[in-house]
């Protein structure tokens, strides 16, 4: 019998990814297809809008806004945005969602009431126009930011404060999230977190995907998500998706994207679920995904295990299931998140060589069936 040096407990082991998520195609957006949109979410609606096509020497900018209903996965058309424009930047206060700034504007903003149905002015950012970037809300303040610079607007004084420079230059078409108390910014392959309450900037794990740009984000269940994107040029474009858990500091390859690849789409979270929509690839698309890793939680699925060893290795990998257990498939990615080799486990104990790998750390995928159901890191020495 072969000693077991690990054992991996699918769905709830310290250090092995919960999520078991699923992608599940929704009512498609009421407006057209359209890139560089943007959207958020509030605690019972999500919004999205504006955005462009462009094309054959044809721009074209847009400043419709809709209201997405998850109770009944239906789309309204509501009050038209001021200006017709794309690549703005939004953040919710007060339950309200706030956009500004992008291609038409020199750092305006308006602010949406859903009860009224109409916008209105609040206070422009004085310090730079943001464009083509994600903006965050942490304890009702919105953030902007562009280049090393970063901006907090406070609805109560309804007036704009400049915060700490980062300690890196953020690109455009860079993406952001908030967890807890404090925002994310991704940039390239780089993450930095931004605490408010301490003013601070900490460097966090690198991003191990392939995006370079051009992605979305949201966060859920204290958990950032970062969503497609272009892969060092806008003619690349991937579907991974990469979940950050900022209490282990850790990034987690999860279940891909399942409608087609783009750049510049729209995300945001509503109760605990994430939304994602629009974007491009040469095509502009106006499908809409809901994104819910508590599908096939542990609160639904049966505690399951699987041995997996050695770990580090060297020349090989064993994985040992149990009779009749359901995962009967694997994935190994490398550091950027591409899939480098695929296994069926067609016994209950299956050797996998690993030999010509280089020397690394890479993930393991584990499915049943299309069904992603858990990762683990894995290392290989030599």
Same mark, same amino acid.
């Given at each position: 019998?072969?000693?077991?040096?690990?054992?991996?407990?699918?769905?709830? *082991?310290?250090?092995?990814?919960?999520?078991?998520?699923?992608?599940?195609?929704?009512?498609? #957006?009421?407006?057209?297809?359209?890139?560089?949109?943007?959207?958020?979410?509030?605690?019972?609606?999500?919004?999205?809008? !504006?955005?462009?096509?462009?094309?054959?020497?044809?721009?074209?900018?847009?400043?419709?806004?809709?209201?997405?209903?998850?109770?009944?996965?239906?789309?309204?058309? %509501? $009050?038209?945005?001021?200006?017709?424009?794309?690549?703005?930047?939004? #953040?919710?206060?007060?339950?309200?969602? *706030?956009? @500004?700034?992008?291609?038409?504007?020199?750092?305006?903003? +308006?602010?949406?009431?859903?009860?009224?149905?109409?916008?209105?002015?609040?206070?422009? *950012?004085?310090? #730079?126009?943001?464009?083509?970037?994600?903006? =965050?809300?942490?304890?009702?303040?919105?953030?902007?930011?562009?280049?090393?610079?970063?901006?907090?607007?406070?609805?109560?004084?309804?007036?704009?404060?400049?915060?700490?420079?980062?300690?890196?230059? =953020?690109?455009?078409?860079?993406?952001?999230?908030?967890?807890?108390?404090?925002?994310?910014?991704?940039?390239?392959?780089?993450? +930095?977190?931004? %605490?408010?309450?301490?003013?601070?900037?900490?460097? &966090?794990?690198?991003?191990?995907?392939?995006? /370079?740009?051009?992605?979305?984000?949201?966060?859920?269940?204290?958990?950032?998500?970062?969503? *497609?994107?272009?892969?060092?040029?806008?003619?690349?474009?991937?579907?991974?998706?990469?979940?950050?858990?900022?209490?282990?500091?850790?990034?987690?390859?999860?279940?891909?994207?399942?409608?087609?690849?783009?750049?510049?789409?729209?995300?945001?979270?509503?109760?605990? %679920?994430?939304?994602?929509?629009? @974007? /491009?690839?040469? $095509?502009?698309?106006?499908?809409?995904?809901? +994104?819910?890793?508590?599908?096939?939680?542990?609160?639904?699925?049966? !505690?399951?295990?699987?041995?997996?060893?050695?770990?580090? $290795?060297?020349? +090989?990998?064993?994985?040992?299931?149990?009779? @009749?257990?359901?995962?009967?498939?694997?994935?190994?990615?490398?550091?950027?998140?591409?899939?480098?080799?695929?296994?069926? !486990?067609?016994?209950?104990?299956?050797?996998?060589?690993?030999?010509?790998?280089? $020397?690394?750390?890479?993930?393991? !995928?584990?499915?049943?069936?299309?069904?992603?159901?858990?990762?683990?890191?894995?290392?290989?020495? &030599?």
């Amino acid at each position: 019998m072969i000693k077991k040096i690990g054992l991996i407990v699918l769905l709830l *082991c310290l250090g092995f990814s919960s999520i078991a998520g699923d992608w599940i195609q929704k009512s498609t #957006f009421g407006g057209v297809g359209r890139h560089r949109a943007v959207g958020c979410g509030t605690d019972f609606r999500g919004y999205m809008g !504006l955005g462009h096509v462009n094309g054959s020497g044809i721009d074209i900018s847009y400043k419709d806004w809709w209201e997405y209903d998850p109770a009944s996965d239906s789309w309204t058309q %509501k $009050a038209n945005y001021p200006v017709n424009n794309h690549g703005a930047v939004s #953040f919710v206060v007060n339950n309200m969602p *706030c956009v @500004g700034g992008g291609s038409a504007l020199a750092g305006e903003f +308006y602010k949406y009431n859903p009860q009224l149905n109409s916008w209105s002015a609040i206070a422009p *950012c004085p310090f #730079f126009n943001p464009g083509d970037t994600q903006g =965050f809300s942490v304890n009702n303040k919105g953030y902007v930011y562009l280049s090393n610079q970063l901006a907090e607007y406070d609805p109560a004084s309804n007036q704009w404060s400049l915060m700490p420079q980062a300690p890196i230059s =953020f690109g455009t078409w860079s993406c952001s999230f908030s967890v807890g108390a404090s925002g994310f910014i991704k940039s390239g392959n780089k993450l +930095y977190e931004f %605490k408010p309450s301490q003013q601070s900037w900490l460097q &966090r794990a690198d991003f191990p995907g392939v995006s /370079t740009g051009g992605s979305s984000a949201f966060s859920i269940n204290d958990m950032g998500y970062v969503t *497609c994107g272009y892969v060092g040029g806008l003619s690349v474009v991937t579907d991974q998706v990469w979940a950050y858990n900022p209490g282990i500091n850790q990034w987690i390859a999860v279940e891909d994207f399942k409608g087609t690849s783009r750049r510049f789409p729209v995300g945001f979270a509503v109760d605990n %679920k994430g939304y994602y929509g629009t @974007g /491009t690839n040469g $095509a502009n698309f106006n499908d809409f995904w809901q +994104y819910n890793p508590s599908i096939n939680s542990l609160d639904e699925s049966p !505690l399951e295990l699987i041995s997996f060893y050695p770990n580090p $290795a060297t020349e +090989y990998i064993t994985i040992e299931k149990l009779t @009749g257990y359901s995962v009967n498939r694997v994935s190994i990615t490398n550091n950027l998140g591409q899939h480098i080799s695929q296994i069926e !486990l067609t016994k209950e104990l299956e050797q996998i060589s690993v030999f010509n790998l280089p $020397a690394g750390i890479y993930q393991v !995928l584990f499915y049943q069936d299309d069904k992603y159901v858990g990762s683990k890191k894995m290392s290989i020495q &030599r």
